[in-house]
């Protein structure tokens, strides 16, 4: 008998000596290999890219909107303090003790030791504007204020 040459029935474009650099399976056991969805990735991307942004541009808000409050109470602070020095004054203010500062029917300002709801039987109505207590580097910190002002 006489050999007969070999034909591989297998279209040599179809076979490889490194299986594993094959873009898809090559067996029916081999491990599927899936097509990434690049718009499901995309999509899954662009959502957690504006969840972190929104997260930051609220912190942001939040330091700005306490940057505001501390810039309006250091103005209130300022004019009060400016009301405070304009204002007459019968005793020697001392460190860290509370004043009281009341406006006068003919629009001068003064200082007291009496707080809005001390005055008692007197019927000294006076507007009231702030109560403050002096720091000690006589500047003036203001505990409360009307809401008028």
């Known amino acids: 008998m006489s050999e ?7 279209d040599p474009d179809k076979i490889t000596e490194n299986p594993g650099t094959l873009p898809y399976a090559h067996h ?14 995309k999509g899954l991307a ?24 501390q810039a309006n109470r250091l103005q209130d602070r300022k004019r009060i303090s400016e009301y405070i020095y304009q204002a007459e004054m019968r005793f020697q203010p001392l ?24 005055w008692g039987r007197s019927g000294e109505k006076f507007n009231y504007i702030a ?13 409360d204020k009307s809401q008028e002002l």
């Open 46 to 69: 662009l959502s957690a890219m504006e969840h972190q942004t929104d997260m930051q541009m609220d912190q942001i808000y939040e330091q700005m909107k306490l940057l505001s409050d």
């Open 95 to 118: 460190i860290n003790h509370t004043y009281y500062l009341y406006e006068k029917e003919n629009g001068l300002y003064f200082l007291s030791l009496i707080g809005p709801n001390d």
């Open 4 to 10: 007969k040459e070999f034909i591989n029935p297998i």
């Open 131 to 143: 109560t403050t207590k002096l720091l000690a580097d006589h500047t003036w910190d203001v505990l």
């Open 28 to 41: 029916t056991g081999s491990a599927m290999v899936k097509p990434e969805d690049r718009g499901k990735l």
